[in-house]
């Protein structure tokens, strides 16, 4: 009885050193989300705002942003963003890891060190790229000159194509370390005398890579694939500071559209509804996430 | 055709000056800001970049000290502030994580790992209306509240496992002592911990200094502006100051890069198991 009674007090304990955090979540971002789905079938605009009464519109918000070319080129340039930065910061990332688990001196420091990219201010970040790729004294532009690749210079940031692949290559700036960082934990849970192994058998290291790293590292693969798709898909501050989703809206993804149409255009209902198709987006994925790493038993 | 064969240590030199290539390659943009705040807005407007100053100046940061009291007081309150808010509620999270058997925990734990990955822009809009109607935007409280969600999470998933693999007997004897459990938490497992909570308390710093979104869109009044929406409004208007531009950036990052410098062995260690496993 007496320690029955203790062992509830300590389960009473417990919820209260959790739940603050979990209500705080649940105030701060959970009703937020929900609050969102409501405003986005209502009639809210700068006029309306203040109002406590608004009207219900149904689908309209939707159906106005469905039929607008904008979202439904932001739409595609935040998967084409996406997909361009998965590439590049996991291969490239993937380099790095293999490079970096090998056993030289200054492996250790220098991986460490190149993930300084991660932890900067993306605003940063993207004031760095957009001066490195300017067009008149841009140093990209002198380099590419020099070596004689371009013959005048390339207005990177002002054409809608070039400006996209900018974009991707600063973001894969900041994604790559993150990727090798990932990847370099789950090549060193690879034992090594599989290796070994296998190179008795006479092996190559081609087909070491193939049929030994590559399916032992599966499940980080599918981790930090899912992850980065999540952390890229989401992007705001990179975009909105280098383009501002220009030129015109080559580069406007759904974020920095969501973000114009409540704060520049005073259309809150249409704002929140295009944030609720990138949460749809979002959520779609990080369900695929949560069923791997629950098979993987890490929670 | 020969084939070469080197020594394990003439192996060793060549990857690591391999390794050097790589990483000057790669941090080449960080070089970049650095020298070209100490270049005069002449020279980095010549034809042909340089790559060292040649006259070496401090004249960008000068112009900028008077307009960065406000900015950059405004920026530590936001961060110290977020700092202290999520270290609050997620350490205890953490720890009550992962000492005892409550019902819901995996729930609890699901409700962090999705809301870790949600982002500013999703409740930028809802959050606005909300904090319009509780009369908080161009507070300090805004930015705080808000950033506080980022890091939350992202600590509670880091610390948990540390907890977790910490051994029970230590609280466990402090009980008998006398202790309660508040006490042993605050006395024996926070101690004990100490490395991984000082690491989460600088992730949750960074990730409020380096915030733009919750910043700029609930703080529009100049006199409350952070650092970082300050640099971006600067820009806009002096497009082509590339030499303070650059300066303000530098000093920018310079939390971050002195925090990483100093912590870097445990910031590594905290990003993997606070982003993966959960």
């Known amino acids: 009885m007496q320690s029955n009674k203790r062992a509830r007090k300590e389960l009473l304990i417990g919820y209260c050193f959790i739940i603050p955090a979990v209500v705080y979540m649940l105030l701060f971002i959970g009703y937020p989300i929900i609050y969102n789905w409501i405003i986005s079938f209502q009639d809210v605009t700068a006029k309306t705002l203040g109002s406590s009464v608004r009207d219900i519109i149904g689908f309209n918000n939707y159906r106005a942003i469905f039929t607008n070319v904008t979202f439904r080129r932001a739409l595609l340039n935040t998967f084409i963003y996406t997909v361009g930065c998965l590439v590049i910061q996991f291969s ?61 210079p390339v207005g990177w940031l002002l054409q809608g194509g070039t400006a996209m692949l900018v974009l991707i290559i600063a973001n ?23 290796y070994e192994a296998a190179s008795i058998d006479g092996a190559t ?21 899912v992850l980065g798709f999540v952390l890229t ?11 501002g989703g220009g030129p015109v809206d080559a580069t406007e993804v759904l974020s920095t559209y969501s973000y114009k149409l409540s704060f520049q255009l005073f259309r809150f209902g249409e704002g929140a509804a295009v944030a609720n198709v990138l949460f749809v987006c979002l959520f779609l994925v990080a369900l695929v996430y949560l069923k791997t790493i629950s098979k993987d038993e890490v929670i | 055709m020969k084939k070469v064969h080197f020594s394990q240590k003439q192996m060793s030199i060549l990857l690591s000056i391999l390794a050097i290539l790589i990483a000057a390659v790669f941090l080449f943009p960080l070089y970049w800001i650095v020298v070209n705040s100490f270049k005069l807005d002449s020279e980095i407007f010549a034809s042909v970049p340089t790559l060292w100053p040649k006259a070496f100046t401090l004249k960008a940061y000068q112009e900028q000290l008077s307009s960065l009291t406000i900015t950059l007081k405004n920026s530590i309150i936001i961060a110290i502030g977020s700092m202290i808010l999520s270290l609050c509620l997620s350490v205890p999270a953490a720890y009550g994580l992962a000492r005892f058997k409550v019902k819901g925990m995996k729930l609890f734990i699901l409700v962090f790992l999705i809301t870790q990955m949600l982002p500013a822009s999703l409740v930028l809009t809802p959050l606005f209306l909300i904090f319009s109607n509780l009369g908080i935007l161009n507070t300090y409280l805004a930015p705080i509240l808000s950033t506080a969600t980022i890091s939350i999470p992202f600590i509670v998933l880091m610390l948990r496992p540390g907890f977790l693999s910490m051994p029970k007997d230590l609280e466990d004897a402090a009980r008998i002592d006398g202790c309660n459990v508040i006490s042993a938490f605050l006395r024996v497992a926070i101690p004990i911990a100490k490395p991984t909570v000082i690491t989460a308390a600088c992730f949750s710093f960074v990730y409020a200094w380096n915030d733009l979104a919750y910043s700029m869109t609930f703080n529009t009044k100049e006199s409350m502006r952070p650092m970082t929406s300050a640099i971006y409004t600067f820009m806009n208007q002096y497009g082509t100051k590339w030499n303070s531009i650059m300066a303000y950036g530098v000093l920018l990052i310079l939390p971050c890069c002195i925090i990483f410098v100093t912590m870097q062995k445990h910031i590594v260690k905290g990003m993997t198991s606070g982003s993966v496993k959960g």
């Open chain 1, 205 to 225: 290291g081609i087909q070491k890579f193939f049929k030994i790293t590559i399916p032992l590292l599966k499940p980080t693969i599918m981790s930090v694939l």
């Open chain 1, 92 to 152: 490239l990332g993937f380099l790095f890891a293999m490079f970096f688990t090998k056993k030289f001196k200054l492996s250790k420091p220098i991986r460490g060190f190149i993930i300084i990219s991660w932890m900067l201010p993306v605003t940063v970040t993207a004031l760095i790229f957009r001066f490195m790729f300017a067009e008149g004294n841009g140093i990209v532009n002198a380099i590419l000159l020099n070596l004689g690749l371009i013959s005048e």
């Open chain 1, 233 to 243: 898909f989401k992007v705001f501050d990179l975009v909105y500071v280098m383009t």
């Open chain 1, 172 to 194: 894969s700036w900041v994604g790559i370390p993150f990727n090798m960082l990932l990847l370099t934990t789950g090549l060193n849970h690879i034992p090594e005398d599989i």
